[in-house]
């Protein structure tokens, strides 16, 4: 799973190098994207895992550049989707290394609620590029503070048991 992994990871950069050379007014933010793509595809090889989490935020950060420089965002959207699916699939694959007998019950599983997760969390985003909304700045921190009350029941609720 870890070559699957390090195809998403291509492909990231890949999308990444494709989107920048054709809307990109600075060829050398492309030769960068470029660049940073080919290095953190060979840190794949390696066997540490934080690299995994180093080339995850070369892809964000490219793709803020990307927003910021006039992509797509739908484009920017989507890769940051698949670097996510990238990131957790080869964190999760050196976790399982060691457990080899039920691994693909527990793959089946992993890819499931990781297929459901990027599925809900690409339609939120396409939600919020889609819709324009404009409210008072009260309402925004009610809405952030709603935000972290929900995210902080959500850490809660794994230690509550």
């Known amino acids: 799973m870890i070559i699957g992994a390090r195809l998403l990871w291509i492909c990231c950069y ?11 007014r600075e ?5 960068l994207l ?10 794949s ?3 540490w ?7 995850l935020l070369i892809v964000l950060m ?3 550049l990307g927003v910021l420089a006039g992509l797509s965002p739908w484009g920017m959207l989507t890769l940051v989707a698949l ?5 957790d699939i080869e964190l999760f694959a050196r976790r399982l290394e060691a457990f080899s007998e039920s691994a693909p019950r527990i793959w089946r ?7 459901w997760a990027l599925a809900l969390g690409w339609g939120a985003g396409a939600l919020a590029l889609s819709l324009k909304l404009t409210f008072a700045f009260g309402w925004a921190l009610l809405f952030a503070v709603l935000f972290l009350i929900a995210f902080l029941l959500l850490v809660r609720a794994p230690l509550a048991r």
Do not use: D, N
Request: hydrophobic share 60%; charged share 10%; glycine share 14%.
């Open 109 to 115: 599983r992993h890819l499931r609620v990781l297929f």
């Open 49 to 55: 895992s934080w690299t995994a989490s180093l080339r």
């Open 34 to 43: 470029i660049s940073l793509g080919i290095a953190a595809t060979a840190l």
């Open 83 to 87: 670097a996510l699916a990238a990131w």
């Open 45 to 47: 090889w390696t066997r």
């Open 62 to 64: 490219g793709a803020g």
């Open 27 to 31: 060829p050398g933010l492309v030769a």
């Open 14 to 24: 890949g999308l990444l190098a494709i989107f920048g050379g054709q809307h990109a």
